[in-house]
């Protein structure tokens, strides 16, 4: 049986924490009301008690945009968790999120704190959520450097105090796949169980540029969340990218069996309004969405495509919101793209007009990289108009 998987948006909360984005309420609103277009479960809006702007962007994501799940953090301090429950309040589902570490260099270094310290206010920040709402998430920050053991306590008591969503994330981005998949395979076993009100989640950062691999490991371990970010924006090297992990559950289903509610065609436009809202610009390879994404310069690429797309593209372009027509013409392209490329044009030359503006195209291309659609036109232009002087010249001595 397909296994349904949710996807926990974290662009407003963990994107956001990337050095230099700062976003307004209206930014953030806007970016909310695409991601219920995209059909996301659950839109993490923020961190209400951070800021007043944090605060009232929450507030208004909650009140404006309609149909996933709206998500506020909070530390397990009363006053962070009643800030975020006046955040959350008026949306249509509303969920509160708690946090506290649970590694050994967290306890000893940020939090002062002991294990039992920590058992203590995980049992009482949860239980206050749970005044509150049904739906409580809580996260054992660094789970990945935690030891095993004193992680499945917490859990456990997170559980029994009410929580509904067990997250176990790689905060530093440390794990590899095998240990990530193997981590949350016990939680599964240990905490979960045979409780079918407790989901487990998987927050992965790319440090070691391994976040998908391992948020992908996960699901196959049992994690029934996936938390992203759209474009892998977050804390320095970024999240787990939510349109990688989408798209990689979509084409290999045959690896995973297992299926989102996103609506995958809102991808690229989505993409767009968080890279423009963000001033943070998506690299031109990035996977799924990134400007080269389905672009062919090679010949031998271009030919293919040209014949099948499926020789060289395992996705549909127009399945994430992307252009189907992307042969870009370069040094390295083809008679056969070259062909194609003028019949969108609406140019057909005889043979020989036609080798002459290819070997113009090489040259053009030598120098400059790509040759875009103006100057094929004024490439086609000069040879017609040489070899219409040379007619012309030709005829007057006859």
Same mark, same amino acid.
């Given at each position: ?7 926990? +948006? ?5 994107? $956001? ?8 309420? @209206? ?40 149909? &996933? ?16 429950? +006046? ?11 708690? !946090? ?44 990945? /450097? %935690? +030891? &095993? ?20 994330? @790689? ?52 994690? /029934? ?8 924006? =977050? ?5 787990? %990218? ?13 690896? !995973? ?6 609506? %995958? ?9 968080? %890279?423009?809202?963000?001033?943070? &610009? ?14 062919? $310069? ?22 994430? =919101? ?11 392209? =083809? ?12 140019? +057909?030359?005889?043979?020989?007009? !036609?080798?002459?503006? !290819? ?22 232009? @000069? ?16």
């Amino acid at each position: 049986m397909t296994k349904r998987v949710q996807v926990f +948006d974290t662009t407003l909360r963990d994107g $956001e924490q990337a050095p230099g984005i700062a976003l307004n309420p @209206d930014q953030k609103v806007r970016i909310a009301s695409q991601l219920a277009r995209l059909n996301v479960d659950v839109i993490e809006a923020g961190f209400p008690v951070s800021s007043p702007g944090d605060f009232e962007a929450v507030q208004r994501i909650s009140r404006e945009v309609s149909g &996933p799940v709206v998500a506020a953090m909070s530390r397990t301090g009363s006053e962070d968790i009643v800030a975020s429950w +006046d955040a959350v309040k008026d949306a249509e589902s509303a969920r509160l999120h708690i !946090f506290l570490a649970t590694s050994q260099i967290h306890m000893d270094h940020k939090l002062r704190m002991t294990e039992e310290e920590v058992l203590i206010s995980v049992k009482s920040g949860v239980s206050r959520a749970k005044d509150f709402t049904d739906d409580v998430e809580y996260t054992a920050e660094d789970a990945t /450097r %935690s +030891d &095993p053991e004193f992680l499945m306590r917490v859990l456990r008591t997170a559980v029994d105090s009410g929580a509904t969503t067990l997250n176990v994330p @790689d905060t530093v981005g440390y794990a590899t796949p095998g240990h990530y998949g193997a981590l949350i395979k016990r939680v599964v076993s240990e905490v979960k169980g045979d409780n079918a009100a407790v989901t487990v989640s998987a927050h992965c950062h790319n440090d070691l540029g391994l976040a998908v691999a391992n948020s992908l490991a996960a699901v196959e371990a049992g994690a /029934r969340q996936v938390e992203v970010a759209i474009n892998g924006i =977050g804390e320095r090297a970024g999240n787990a %990218s939510l349109e990688e992990v989408v798209m990689a559950l979509l084409v290999r289903s045959d690896q !995973f069996d297992a299926t989102t509610g996103v609506d %995958s065609r809102e991808l690229f436009r989505t993409s767009m309004l968080v %890279s423009r809202e963000t001033g943070y &610009p998506v690299q031109y390879n990035k996977a799924v969405v990134g400007r080269n994404a389905f672009a062919h $310069e090679s010949g031998i690429h271009q030919h293919g495509v040209l014949r099948n797309r499926a020789t060289y593209e395992i996705m549909d372009p127009v399945s994430v =919101g992307q252009s189907p027509d992307n042969i870009v013409m370069g040094k390295h392209s =083809g008679r056969a793209a070259f062909k194609h490329s003028l019949a969108v044009l609406g140019v +057909d030359l005889n043979p020989t007009l !036609f080798e002459q503006a !290819f070997q113009q195209l090489k040259a053009a291309a030598d120098k400059q990289g790509v040759v875009n659609e103006a100057q094929m036109k004024w490439i086609v232009d @000069d040879v017609v108009s040489r070899m219409e002087l040379f007619e012309s010249v030709a005829e007057s001595y006859r």
